[in-house]
C-alpha cells in the first residue's frame, strides 16, 4: 500500500523525557514536513525537509529537532526542551518536480501526552 | 501567504449541497486557493484547488469570484461521511519552504 506511516499512534511520556515520533512514506516524495494540532485549532508548522540531508525550521521549532537521512524517513524528536508538548503530531509529504500541484499528503497523526 | 477568513461553523442537511465561504481578500496573483479537510482525529485531506478559473472533481467544486477576494467550496450532495472541518488556504506553489498556513476553518456538521 502506499502512503505514509506514522508511528506510534497514541504516546504517553512523562515530563523531561525526550520523544521521537516516526514518519514513513513510500510515496516517492521529495518533501516532508511536521505539523503540530492543538485541541480546536489549525496546523502549525514544526519542521520541513525538501530534500534528503537539508530541512528548516518551521513557525514553531523550538523544542523540537528532526533529522532526513534517508528520503523515505523523517523522525520528529520532541525533546524536554518543548514546554507544552501535549499535542497532535502530523507529518506531511508533497511532491516535487514538473507535476507538482502543492498538494500536500498527510499520514494519521500521532497524539502525544505527557503526564 | 495570504491570510483566510472562515465562518468558525455552519450546518448542512444530508442530501443537500453545502456551500462553504472563504475570504481571502489579500490574495496576490500567483496564489492558488486550496480546500482541505480533516474528519475527527485524522490527518487532513486534500479536496480542490484552483489559481481563477472554477474547478470541479469527484469531491466538490471550487468557485473563485472573478476578482479572487472570495470563493466557495460546493459539495453537491452532503453525506454524514462529510462531517468534518473544512480548511481553506491561499499559497503561491513556489513559496519558501512551500509551507502550508491552517487557520480555524469551518466545522461542518452534516446532519440526517
Known amino acids: 500500500d502506499g502512503g505514509i506511516t506514522q508511528s506510534p499512534k497514541y504516546l504517553f511520556r512523562k515530563e523531561g523525557q525526550n520523544v521521537t515520533l516516526s514518519c514513513e512514506q513510500n510515496?516517492?516524495?521529495?518533501?516532508m514536513y511536521w505539523y503540530r494540532q492543538d485541541p480546536g485549532q489549525g496546523l502549525r508548522l514544526i519542521y520541513y525537509s525538501q530534500i534528503v540531508n537539508d530541512f528548516q525550521k518551521g513557525d514553531i521549532a523550538e523544542g523540537y529537532s528532526v533529522s532526513r537521512e534517508k528520503k523515505e524517513s523523517f523522525p520528529l524528536t520532541v525533546t524536554s526542551a518543548q514546554k507544552n508538548p501535549t499535542a497532535f503530531y502530523l507529518c506531511?509529504?508533497?511532491?516535487?518536480?514538473?507535476?507538482?500541484?502543492?498538494?500536500?499528503?498527510f499520514g494519521e497523526g500521532s497524539r502525544l501526552t505527557v503526564l | 501567504d495570504a491570510k483566510t477568513t472562515q465562518p468558525t461553523s455552519m450546518d448542512c442537511a444530508e442530501g443537500r449541497a453545502a456551500n462553504l465561504p472563504c475570504n481571502h481578500s489579500?490574495?496576490?496573483?500567483?496564489?492558488?486557493v486550496y480546500w482541505y479537510r480533516q474528519i475527527h482525529s485524522q490527518g487532513p485531506q486534500y479536496i480542490i484547488h484552483g489559481l481563477k478559473n472554477n474547478e470541479t472533481n469527484e469531491m466538490a467544486s471550487l468557485i473563485i469570484t472573478e476578482d479572487r477576494k472570495s470563493s466557495t467550496l460546493i459539495l453537491p450532495h452532503a453525506t454524514l461521511r462529510d462531517t468534518a472541518v473544512y480548511y481553506c488556504?491561499?499559497?503561491?506553489?513556489?513559496?519558501?519552504?512551500?509551507?502550508?498556513?491552517f487557520g480555524g476553518g469551518t466545522r461542518v456538521l452534516v446532519k440526517p
Open positions: 489579500t490574495i496576490s496573483g500567483n496564489e492558488y
Open positions: 510515496l516517492n516524495h521529495d518533501a
Open positions: 506531511a509529504t508533497k511532491f516535487r518536480g514538473w507535476a507538482d500541484t502543492g498538494e500536500l499528503f
Open positions: 488556504i491561499v499559497r503561491s506553489l513556489k513559496a519558501a519552504g512551500n509551507k502550508l498556513t
